[in-house]
């Protein structure tokens, strides 16, 4: 099989020849180059108008020179479907190469396949690092968030809940008078940088740039060296990709992670996710560059596993969507492969956990280890079964950022626990708090988590105690299908990542969070999140239902 590939969603004009045959690539591509500042939709539009002729007309000559001389194919340039990017992306640029590829496929008497820009992304990364059903985090210009199969289709496990990490960026680059594309300027200065305090902002498995870039402007305006401004951007922003991603293995399972997007070009990012993988025991796949920045071989590459599955599109049902999740599309190229929450055992389906009682006394999250001891294994005369938890130092960190998160976590972990409890919510017992060592005994309580018992009644009460935890203005942060502990009783753990405020945001924020989780776990997801607002109705904000649909509404494609 061989596919002609088209791309030109924001600013680079390409287009690709792959044979399947030979897993080869042949790519054209004429970036857009702005005089001044970010990207100007009305000149990038101009430009594809220019430029995607130019690269087809090139990828179809090579296409004639390297065509089989057997008489099977329908068109001299052995072409079997024309795949372009469908979105998201700029709309003017994205109709410019939608016609471009509509006028293709008619040229050539093919079918036409509307490809996901992003799924490509991550589709090429797949396909080289030959992983099974990785967990794939994208850092482009305009987007940033965790995908992983499940179910059928790629689920957004976290995502920007503003703005994408390249544009995040360029805003500050462009705000001290730099030249686009931000990114790589930023990655030189920080090579002769030191750390500042910024902000740090991970919401579950989501993540915001928008008030470290205020930050990191307001820290330029007022004189601070650009050298440490950029490089504590890096640690900061490039750490809660790789916080993110890690988050991401511990919910699924899963052991595989792939990096797509012309941010993933950058030196210090990879650096974080290699360590961060390694020390987990992962396994890790950056794709070559060519790969990472936009370019028409992904395209081509997805169009050709589409084609085989089926999934063509008619000319009038053609139309580009700037707003096009990734989440919509019906992965039917991946029907009868494992999904990323494969590691969860039988969590997925609501079954009984299949850890053993080893793994269940011993295991590690996204930041911690947690042990299952007895009172007589422990250096304290605790009056019952006992979990040992201690936050790991993280090597992909820097230093003194790693040290404060640390210590934050620790203090506010055991202080909201308490504070929950006092509130009405069941959380386990605070039995002693060691902040040299980041480690917190606590009450042993549950049976199994939430992910490995998935059913209504337990996900409603779940909803009932936020509900009762926002009104006494604690927001949780990270409750997870893992945060969550079930038995006799449904309790909530691990509030590291929570606070107080009285804000309605941030309560739809920790409803979006555990919502989101569950579409990541489990099989038959709506009746599950719909308990989660059944359950929250009783006992939380009205406020918060209604801001939850803004926040959900809220993420780059919608």
């Given at each position: ?5 088209i ?17 080869a690539?042949f ?8 005089d ?9 539009a101009?430009?594809?108008g220019e430029a995607i002729p ?12 390297t ?7 329908s068109?001299a340039?052995d072409?079997d ?9 700029l709309g003017?640029c ?6 471009a ?9 093919v079918p ?5 820009h992003?799924?490509a ?5 797949r ?5 099974d059903s990785p ?5 482009s ?5 965790l995908?992983g199969?499940?179910?059928g289709?790629?689920r957004v496990l976290?995502e920007?809940?503003d703005t994408?990490v390249?544009?995040?960026l360029d805003?500050?680059t462009?705000h001290?008078?730099w030249?686009?594309?931000g990114?790589?300027?930023?990655e030189?200065?920080?090579?002769n ?7 740090y902002v991970?919401?579950g498995?989501?993540?915001s740039?928008?008030g470290i ?5 307001d ?5 601070q060296?650009?050298?440490?401004i ?14 993110v ?5 511990s ?20 650096s974080?996710?290699k360590?961060?993988?390694?020390d ?6 950056v794709?070559d560059?060519?790969?990472l920045r936009?370019n ?5 590459l997805l169009g ?13 049902e053609?139309a580009?969507d700037?707003?096009y999740r990734?989440?919509?599309?019906a ?11 494969r590691?969860r055992?039988?969590g997925a ?10 793994e ?6 996204a930041?911690?280890i947690?042990?299952t001891?007895a009172?007589?294994?422990t ?7 006992t979990?040992?938890?201690?936050r ?7 230093s003194?950022?790693d040290a404060?998160?640390q210590r934050?976590?620790?203090t ?6 308490a504070e929950?409890?006092e ?6 017992l605070?039995?002693?708090v060691?902040?040299d060592?980041a480690?917190?005994h ?7 988590d939430l992910?490995?018992?998935l059913?209504?009644?337990?996900v409603e009460?779940v ?6 935890l926002h009104d006494a203005?604690?927001v949780?942060g990270?409750p997870?299908?893992?945060n969550v502990?079930?038995g006799?009783?449904v309790w ?12 309605v ?5 920790d ?9 990541a776990t ?10 989660v607002l059944d359950g929250y109705?009783e006992?939380?904000?009205p406020?918060?239902?209604?801001r ?7 993420g780059?494609?919608?």
């Open positions: 099989m061989r596919v002609l590939g791309e030109g969603t924001a600013w680079a004009a390409s287009a690709a020849l792959y044979d399947e045959d030979d897993d690539f790519i054209e591509s004429d970036p857009y180059q702005p001044s500042g970010g990207i100007h939709p009305r000149e990038a101009e430009h594809m130019q690269v087809v007309d090139a990828v179809l000559a090579h296409a004639a020179e065509a089989a001389d057997d008489g099977d194919s068109n340039y072409i479907c024309v795949a372009f990017s469908q979105g998201p992306g003017p994205l109709r410019t190469v939608g016609t590829a509509r006028a293709a496929a008619q040229a050539l008497d036409l396949v509307g490809v996901n992003m799924i992304h991550l589709e090429i990364g396909h080289e690092s030959g992983f967990v794939c985090l994208n850092a210009g305009a987007n940033a968030h995908l199969y499940h179910n289709r790629y976290g920007t809940m994408g390249g544009n995040a805003k500050f462009r001290i008078g030249e686009h594309p990114g790589p300027k930023v030189e200065a920080a090579k940088g030191e750390l500042i305090d910024l902000p991970v919401k498995m989501d993540f740039f928008s870039m205020s930050a990191a402007k820290a330029a305006d007022e004189g060296e650009i050298e440490d950029c490089f504590s951007l890096q640690e900061h922003i490039f750490g809660m990709l790789t916080e991603a890690e988050r991401a293995l919910l699924t399972g899963t052991d595989e992670l792939v990096l797509g997007g012309g941010v993933g070009q950058n030196a210090r990012l990879q974080m996710l360590t961060m993988c390694a987990r025991g992962a396994s890790f796949h794709p560059d060519r790969f936009d028409a071989g992904m395209i081509a050709a596993k589409q084609f085989a599955a089926g999934q063509t599109v008619d000319i009038g053609s580009v700037p707003n990734p989440d919509e599309v992965v039917a190229w991946r029907s009868d492969e494992h999904s990323v929450a590691g055992g039988a389906t609501g079954a009984e956990s299949t850890a053993t009682d080893a269940a006394a011993h295991q590690r999250g930041e911690a947690v042990e001891v009172p007589e294994e250096d304290h005369e605790f009056p019952a079964r979990v040992r938890k201690y790991l130092p993280k090597p992909y960190r820097h003194e950022l404060a998160l934050e976590r620790t506010g972990e055991a202080r909201l626990t929950a409890r509130a009405g919510v069941p959380t386990p605070v039995w002693d060691d902040l060592t480690t917190i606590l009450q042993h309580v549950g049976e199994a992910a490995d018992r059913t209504v009644e337990a009460t909803g009932r105690h936020l509900g009762t203005g604690v949780h990270d997870t299908t893992k502990r079930v006799d009783r909530l753990i691990d509030f590291g990542l929570g606070f107080h405020t009285g804000h945001e941030d309560y739809a924020m409803l979006h969070v555990l919502r989101q989780s569950l579409g489990a099989d038959d997801v709506e009746p599950l999140q719909a308990a109705r006992t939380g904000d406020d918060a239902l209604d939850l649909a803004t926040v959900e509404d809220r780059r494609y919608q």
